[in-house]
Structures are given as C-alpha cells and as structure tokens.
C-alpha cells in the first residue's frame, strides 16, 4: 500500500461477505432474545442502535481469506458483535454519554442501573452462545480479549488530566482497548485455519486496530460535528489525552491551563487544536497510523489472493482514511 | 428436619470442607491476579472484604457428599466466589451502596466507573480459568446461572414502589438472583456424580438458596442493625417490597403512603414493620422459609451418609435461623 490510500468505502471492504452480514443481525436477534419485558425493551433499542459491522466484517473476511468457511462464522460474528455491543454499553454508562450512534444511550434512555445490568445480560449471553460450540479456542481466545479490554478501560481512566501521559501508555491504552477486539475477531474467523494464517490475522487485526483508534483519535482533533457527529475537540473537553497532544505536550502551559479547567470554552479547546498541529502532533499521529497500516497489509502476504483478502486490504484504508 | 431447628453455626457447617476452604482464598487471589496498578489496588481491598464462603462451602461439601472427591473443586470453588464477588460490585454500583461487609465499597471507596470495570474484569477472569478446564459443563452451569442472576436484577428494579407485586413475581425474583447461584455451586460441585446426585443437589441448591433469601428478606424486618450490619427497615426505606409485606399488603393505605413518600421517617417505616407482623407477614414469610428447607432437606434423601451431607444438612439450619 502506498502511503497515499486511495477512498474505500466499507461498503466496498463489505462486499465479499455482503450475505453472511445479512445473517449477522438475525443471529444476534436470536441470541440476545429475552421473555423479560425491560430486557427486551432494551434489545430493541439495541438492535435499532446497530453500527456498522466493522468486526463481524473483519471476522468473516479472514474467515474467507484464510480458505477456512466455518460454519459457524456468522454466529461466532454475531458474538463478537455481541461483546462490542456489551462493553459499549457499559463504557456509555461509565462515561455518562448521551448519544451513540445517533441515538440515545441505554443509560439516558432507561437508566443507569439498566445499563450496568444489561451489559452483563449481554455478555453472558454471548459466553452462553460460545459454549454451545463443543470447542474451546474461541471462547478461550474472546474471553481473553474482553478481560484485555477491561484493563484497557482502567489505563482510559488514567489517561485524564495526565499531562505525563507518554506514547507507551497510549499504546498499551488502544491495543487493550480497541485492537485486542480486532484481533480476536480476525483470530476467530481463522480458528480452522493452518496457524501461520491465524496468527498472520491476529497480528493483522491488532495493527489494523491500533491505526482505527489513532485514526479515531485525529477526528477528534480534524473533523467538524457534522461529519463524525460528535462535537469537534470532545476529546479536549472531557480532558482525554491522546497520541496528537502526547506528541505536541512538551511543557506547553496552555495545555496544563486546559487540564485545570474543568470545562474548558470553545476558545481555549481551539487554542489548542491549533497548538497541536502546529507542533506536528496531527502529523506525527497519521504518520504512526500510516506505518501500522504498511505492517498490517505485510501480515496479508501469508494469504492465498482471493476478494476477501482484497477486502481485508481496503478495510485497512477505510480504517484510517475514513472521516467518521 | 423439624419446625424447630437448633442453631447451627456457619462453623459447623464448614468443618468437613476446612482444608480446602483455606485453599480458596489463595486460588481466589492466583485467578484474579493483576500487573496494573489499579486492578491490583481493587483486588487486594475485594480479598479483605471476603465474606463468608457460603457459596464454595456449598461447591465443597456437595463435591465431598456425592463421593465426587473432583480434584478442581478448590478452583471451582473460588471461581464461585469470583462470580459472587464479580456481581456484588456491579450490585452495589447499581444501587449507590456504601458499606459491605463492614467495609468501604467499590463504588464509594474508588469510583463508580471503577466499579463498573472491575465487575467486567472479575467476570471475564472467572471465564478465563473455567476455559482452563478442557470440560464444558462448569462453564454451561455458571454462564447460565450469572445471566439468570442479570436478569434477577432486572426483577429487582422492578420490584421497587410497586404495590401490586405478587407471590409468584418475588419468587421468580428471589429463584434468580439468590437461589441460581447457590443452585450453581452445588451442582458444580457434583459435576462428576452420576445424574441424580447432581440433579438433586441442583435442586437442593435452588430451594435452600430460596430460604436463604427469604430469612435475609426477614431479617430486614426482625433484626437491628447492631445484628445484621444494615438499619433495620433498610428495604422499607428504599422501597422494596419482599414477601412480609406482599403478604401484609391487602390493600392498607399506609404502604400507599410509604411508596409516595421519597424518604419515609423512623415513625413510618416502624409503623408499617408492625402492621407486617400484625397481618401475619413475618409468621408466613418463616414459614415458607421452613417449607423450602424442608424440601431441599428431602433433596439430600438419595446421597449415601455422610459427614458432608450432614454439613449441607446444617447448612439448611444455618440458611433459615442465621440472624445477620
């Protein structure tokens, strides 16, 4: 790949699995289907909020990609949706956010206590759906993940008001958080498969991941509210330190005045979204996403060409190229 | 089992599994282990908090009274327990608890945030070391059990200023959230018994968890704080109907005026514990309690005599006399 990525949609990135997709939501309807009246209140909700399948994606393309065709791949891809679908629900209520995805949040819409129970509804639901299979390695590989992302949530903790805040910590902060997911549902599509191409997917799915978080991380910092629909400089706001203000911190006192600030004005957060890319903080940060992407393709190379690895490499320019 | 049960203590109900339990508490600490700052912090201050072993008592003694002498029973039992742990802190976030067990709790001590990852994390930990054991069926029982117990929790929103809750409701509430778990324990206890050993120790489980509950429920009523820890009327204040009022209810226009009064005082919530007791609410509450032992005692019939199966025999006692 070249560091100029060409736009690809993920519609494009999506096409090779484009029926499986279709099955994904029925799947997930079935096994998150409750006869308690809030429960299924709240599954509804859910099911309405669906986002974009960006992992049960991944999941089916490495199924495909690695030659496996697991049977089981569109319910293993509900699943990893699934435990998405649990920890942002609690994230949401841990964060005390309003809105996801256009819509509200179970803990504004129902409320708080709903939202912490709900979100152990759903992820022992998705354990109970794991076991029905008679084979360890995928619940063994996501129950690793889901733990690898409740210390991701501890280190997002830490990573407020923390002008020392380095680039290490910001990493291990998005591999557990965010890539280790990407990696597990890279992993468990390729289960079946030799182990050069499962591990090749796993380390896939953990760069890949990383450059997604990072870009995430810059939108904050780029993108106006009517393109990624939260408020541009969200990020600076709620006091999260991330990759484009590690790189451009350097002892500015600006920025120790924004963390002082328990709400800071739109003067002072675009003070310094100004500051950070005049420091190259923007710069460095899609820099480092660039990188991760080039190493992510290179862990294609093992695969057998096919349009699902194709796909597996337009999911890598829709990951850092997309505006929201 | 007579009506009249002499006092067992939770002693003598643990002496036959004593060794083991004493290993407990070190496989509890090994399966929660952390390398992150926070995460250790938690658990060191959870391991302090540690209760009563009621639930890996149960595991042990029902693995020793089937003759099962399982091997995994100490990891089991602590993974009971981690469970038991894993929901206490999302319980207490929930409901804006400050003390348990005499200490500081998660949520008041460090955070709500914090507790609502550390629940995840102590939940996904126990999933982790179940999977260590190439066998599925602890790992069916308890991923059954704690979305039962979710869905017991959403009874128990539900079962907050509402006047019309019946019988059937606050048992299919207490089956869920108390009686699954301690149904768990024995029956994982027992996994490697033949079926009905396990099916009516599981049964067993389910009908002392239930006297367990209602006893608890009770003591609300009955006992002051200096006993139980807790003010006493503490479900009253917040509004919680259980089976002595349910029982009392018949339309008295005091407990009305209870569930509209946001913060009832000391004169209300007395003058409605005697109007419970006056209609018979305490007397039928016991004695549904005595008729649930009775039964889970007649579950142990079909095991081979033995010190554990008087143990789980006093267990029963200990379940419906214990006073805090």
Known sequence: MSQQVARVSLHDVQRPVAGELELVVG??????AADFPIVSEVNDHLLQMKGKLFRPTLLLLSNKAAGCNDERAVTLAAIVELIHLATLVHDDSVDHSVLRRGLPT?????????????G?????????????????????VLA????EMTVGEMRQ???????AYGEGEYDALIRAKTASLLSGACEVGALAAPADYRLALARFGMLLGMAFQITDDLLDYTEPEAVTGKPSGLDLREHKVTLPLIVALAGRTVVAQLMDT???????????????EAAGGLETARQRALDLAQQAETELDVLPSSPARDALQGSIAYAVERRS
């Open 27 to 32: 799947e997930l309807r079935r096994v998150i």
């Open 106 to 118: 179970i803990n504004a819409l129902f409320s708080h206590q709903i939202a912490v129970i709900m």
């Open 120 to 140: 152990d509804y759903l992820y022992s639901r998705a354990i109970i759906e794991l076991v029905r299979f008679d084979d360890h390695e995928a619940l063994r």
């Open 144 to 147: 690793r993940v889901t733990n």
């Open 157 to 163: 903790l830490e990573a407020h008001d923390k002008l």
């Open 262 to 276: 328990a709400e800071p004005g739109d003067d002072l957060v675009a003070e310094i979204i100004r500051l950070v």
